[in-house]
Nanobody
Framework: QLHLVESGGGLVQAGGSLRLSCVADEDHFSLYDVAWFRQTPGKEREFVGMAGRKLSEIFYSDSVKDRFTIARDNAKNTVTLQMNDLKPADTGVYFC??????????????????WGQGTQVTVSS
């Protein structure tokens, strides 16, 4: 059982930055692909980006590409999401999820094995 904990959410003005962290409590964290999702009220949860178990496998959704950066530190069992130039449309609850199977941006959400509880990000205009 992998336990994921997100942190770093908060309230920020448009154009500002936040850095989210997803920390796992298992030393085999490096075996998992890890993705970030977000859910905005009234919308389905959407893929934001992912860091695969291979360090070269980092992908972003088109809506955040060039503004968000994902980094992975397996020694610390952590994946971070650096969010710059935030927009009100980025408001939502951000979740990290881990998948022991191979994962790609189009992988169905129900394929992920473990999810964190989420952290709220609010961007004011």
């Amino acid at each position: 059982q992998l336990h994921l904990v997100e942190s770093g959410g908060g309230l920020v003005q448009a154009g500002g930055s936040l850095r989210l962290s997803c920390v796992a409590d298992e030393d085999h964290f490096s075996l998992y692909d890890v993705a970030w999702f977000r859910q905005t009220p009234g919308k389905e949860r959407e893929f934001v980006g992912m860091a695969g178990r291979k360090l070269s496998e980092i992908f972003y959704s088109d809506s955040v590409k060039d503004r968000f950066t994902i980094a992975r530190d397996n020694a610390k069992n952590t994946v971070t999401l650096q969010m710059n130039d935030l927009k009100p449309a980025d408001t939502g609850v951000y979740f990290c999820a881990a998948n022991l199977g191979r994962t790609w941006p189009g992988t169905p959400q129900d394929a992920y094995d473990f999810w964190g509880q989420g952290t709220q990000v609010t961007v004011s205009s």
